[in-house]
């Protein structure tokens, strides 16, 4: 059974375009896979704490001499690792925020950057260890910045996500949606039609 884990990042509870966005992409894909698992990780709803000296602590103390803080630290990252190796598709909601990744984003990847668990460093540099994932991401953004030196998210998305493994990343983007209704509706119905692409190549 295929498994698909669509993460959002938000800073929104209600209406946010990747959320929405991310949805439809996330239903056409179980369509194209008929019987398909879906699992939402709503990273607004279960917010994750940000990195400091009690979670760092805990990531680095050896299991067996961690305080019971520490293993409540430890298990929640495990758990989120663990439902990321189990899914087989992932589609990450990612809106543009102040050129980059959302806060709520950027503490999900401290908690799954884990070395020796999600990456391991050898004899001719790092290897990730989440592999053979397909992986969306679907970013909604205010103007258009795809190509230009604005567009930090792309690069830095493709980067971390190979660096955990995870090689085979399509990119959707919803620009300009804060330029204007006409610019807004061509962006959506422009990520429409890449959401639909995906689904018709998953399909096929």
Excluded: C, W
């Excluded at 090689?167 to 959506?188: C, H, K, R, S, W």
Aim: no cysteine; net charge neutral.
């Amino acid at each position: 059974m295929t498994t698909i884990l669509q993460i959002n990042s938000a800073a929104r509870s209600q209406g946010a375009q990747s959320t929405l966005l991310s949805n439809e992409l996330t239903e056409k894909l179980q369509q194209s896979k008929p019987g398909a698992r879906v699992v939402v990780r709503d990273l607004y709803s279960d917010a994750l704490p940000h990195l400091d000296d009690n979670i760092l602590g805990a990531f680095f103390t050896p299991a067996d001499q961690r305080t019971s803080a520490q293993q409540a630290i430890a298990a929640r990252s495990d758990a989120l690792i663990a439902e990321l190796q189990a899914a087989d598709v992932i589609v990450i909601g990612a809106p543009l925020y102040n050129f980059g990744i959302s806060t709520q984003l950027k503490t999900y990847f401290d908690f799954i950057a884990r070395a020796g668990v999600t990456f391991k460093y050898g004899a001719t540099g790092p290897e990730g260890l989440v592999k053979g994932k397909k992986v969306y991401v679907v970013s909604a953004r205010g103007g258009k910045y795809l190509g230009t030196p604005g567009d930090s998210q792309t690069p830095y998305l493709t980067t971390f996500l190979g660096f955990l493994g995870m090689t085979d990343v399509t990119f959707i983007y919803a620009e300009g949606l804060n330029m204007g209704p006409e610019a807004a509706q061509a962006a959506l119905a422009g990520a429409r039609d890449a959401i639909a692409a995906a689904a018709q190549a998953v399909a096929a």
